[in-house]
């Protein structure tokens, strides 16, 4: 069982909008707008898409977009292309013992 | 730009270790925080532990502690990580990634496959 939770699957149609949740704690999520998001197409590591809980690294498309509320992070994808589909994994800072958790992923399916 | 290029897989019994090496170019090596991520075969991401090489500290995940040792060289600009006791459920892909700010990760190796089998 992860430390954060994440609906298994999402889905939309090209050019729609879908948003990911990840539900924390107050030790974890609550407590810090540590947030960041990793895209993963299959056989391929992870890629950085959100930090910080809403900044985007260069080259990531504005697309993305990441907030808080409480003890929940959010991701949205605007615009739906096929090229979305893939696992989204949100993750976050829980403090100087636990220090680093992940949710359990989201495969979205763009119909 | 950071590369970070892993070692090749390894099939390893039960009850054995196992070191993975992630080489890092690009950068300043020893400013780097390396963290190790896992993933089991058609499962999520697991973070293991980091190692910090210009302080030479390193943190381990309470559910790997005693059993992972993360270390780095600095004169090879390498990280390791060596995990014991393996046992089946510790088939998966082993990540390298760089990690900023004690919580999120920029660059990842290419991932190393472990199978653990009798």
């Known amino acids: 069982q992860s430390a954060l939770t994440q609906p298994a699957s999402v889905s939309g149609s090209p050019g729609q909008s879908i948003t990911i949740s990840c539900t924390g704690t107050?030790?974890?999520?609550?407590?810090?707008?540590?947030v960041s998001w990793y895209q993963q197409h299959p056989g391929k590591a992870p890629k950085l898409m959100i930090y910080?809980?809403?900044k985007r690294p260069s080259g990531v498309s504005n697309r993305f977009s990441g907030s808080k509320s409480g003890n929940t992070a959010s991701l949205t994808i605007s615009g739906l292309q096929a090229e979305d589909e893939a696992d989204y994994y949100c993750?976050?800072?829980?403090?100087?013992?636990?220090?680093?958790?992940f949710g359990g992923g989201t495969k979205l399916t763009v119909l | 730009q950071v590369q970070l290029v892993q070692s090749g897989a390894e099939v390893k019994k039960p009850g054995s270790s196992v070191k993975v090496s992630c080489k890092a170019s690009?950068?300043?090596?020893?400013?780097?925080?390396i963290s190790w991520v896992r993933q089991a075969p058609g499962q999520g991401l697991e973070w293991m532990g980091r190692?910090?090489?210009?302080?030479?500290?390193?943190n381990y995940a309470q559910k790997f502690q005693g059993r992972v040792t993360i270390t780095a060289d600095k004169s090879t600009s390498t990280a390791y990580m060596e995990l014991s006791s393996l046992r089946s459920e510790d088939t998966a892909v082993y990540y390298c990634?760089?990690?900023?700010?004690?919580?999120?990760?920029?660059?990842w190796g290419q991932g190393t496959l472990v199978t653990v089998s009798s």
């Open positions: 990634a760089r990690e900023v700010d004690l919580y999120y990760f920029d660059y």
């Open positions: 690009g950068g300043t090596f020893s400013s780097y925080t």
């Open positions: 190692i910090i090489p210009i302080l030479g500290i390193a």
């Open positions: 107050s030790s974890d999520v609550g407590s810090y707008n540590l």
């Open positions: 910080e809980g809403s």
């Open positions: 993750c976050s800072y829980a403090g100087s013992s636990t220090y680093v958790v």
